[in-house]
């Protein structure tokens, strides 16, 4: 079979292979070859590269309003999920072992917290941390989410600020609501410990704050804030987001700007989980929003040029944990090509 189709080499020989330990934080090394790395001609194995569209998961997984995420990747302690709410949910949930970020790809909700009640809207990136309790009250348009969750303690703390993100202008927070009581009647609040669920049920609506004090707990940005900071000449590593203080999973904004295009490299510690979810400038062959690359650690990949005169929005996880394909994750991945996160020539051959 022929090489994948990945562009032509971007340095012609000699080509830098870059080797970084603890992503953008550890020891770095070049390796020079001859050839272009990142192109590999088939693969056998579940250890690969894989894109994916989110919207590919079947409507029927969401059809019950008790549905609740589908994992789509995941690995120790992180998962990778995708939601869908048509209707309100008849149950609030709370994580007690996980925090969760929620990102709203699409659609319009009040979301009900312990601490009061969010609007959300597309481009929210939603910080909800562990044993927060959270409710789906009203959907004014079909909500698509993705959602990681990790058993790591995350924190909104965008490096480069005010400039990438103005935390005191552009971070906020749920309004307490003491009109959000509905009144007597059942109330259920699912309990998320794990993959398992735990339901407690109430005579009471157990949602309503009147009123909060101390340090903001859940956070909430849109990407439409935060900014790429462009060089006028050379490379840029992406600017963080939000940080985890056991350096497990880490959020980057990954919109276009004026950088290089990133180096050929091979990331040693971190999974790379890159959410395309804005055009409309196409970010190598990814174009559709809700597009989901994966290149786990260790893989030589280059990936697509950043610097999109027409513009387009995403973001980056970068993970310690070893993720994998779910079943739902394998049902709609496709095995993916390095150079420009296109679909793998050999991915409609026969392994
Ligand atoms: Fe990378």
């Known amino acids: 079979m022929s090489s994948p189709v990945d562009g032509p080499p971007p340095q012609g020989p000699p080509n830098i292979d870059l080797y970084t330990r603890n992503g953008f934080a550890g020891p770095m090394a070049t390796i020079v070859r001859a050839q272009y790395s990142p192109p590999y001609t088939r693969v056998r194995g579940n250890y690969a590269p894989h894109r994916f569209d989110i919207h590919d998961v079947a409507d029927a997984a969401f059809a019950d309003p008790r549905a609740l995420p589908v994992a789509v990747l995941d690995g120790a302690g992180v998962s990778v999920e995708v939601s869908r ?90 309004v307490p609501d003491p009109t959000t009581n509905r009144g007597p009647g059942e109330y259920e609040v699912v309990i998320r410990h794990g993959q398992e669920f735990t339901s407690y049920f109430y005579d009471y609506d157990p949602m309503p704050c009147l009123a909060t004090a101390g340090a903001p707990i859940v956070r909430r940005f849109n990407i439409e804030n935060v900014h790429g900071l462009g060089v006028e000449q050379g490379g840029l590593m992406p600017p963080r987001l939000i940080n985890d203080a056991t350096t497990r999973t880490l959020f980057y904004h990954l919109g276009n700007r004026r950088s290089d295009r990133p180096p050929i490299h091979h990331n040693a510690d971190y999974d790379e989980v890159i959410c395309y979810v804005a055009g409309p400038g196409h970010y190598g062959a990814v174009d559709k929003p809700g597009t989901v690359t994966w290149t786990p650690k260790g893989i030589i990949h280059q990936g697509p040029e950043e610097d999109v005169p027409e513009g387009y929005e995403a973001w980056l996880l970068e993970t310690r944990s070893p993720l994998s394909l779910t079943p739902a994750g394998r049902e709609i991945g496709t095995l993916m090509e390095t150079g420009q996160f296109d679909i793998h020539p050999s991915a409609s051959q026969p392994v």
């Open 85 to 174: 709410r048509t209707e309100p949910a008849g149950f609030a949930v709370r994580n007690v072992l996980a925090d969760e970020l929620h990102y709203v790809l699409e659609g319009e909700a009040a979301l009900h917290t312990d601490f009061g009640v969010l609007d959300l809207h597309p481009g929210d990136f939603v910080l909800l941390p562990r044993a927060v309790t959270y409710r789906y009250a009203s959907i004014g348009a079909p909500l698509r989410e993705m959602i990681v969750v990790t058993e790591s303690q995350l924190a909104v703390d965008p490096e480069n600020a005010p400039g990438v993100l103005n935390v005191d202008l552009h971070v906020d927070a749920p």
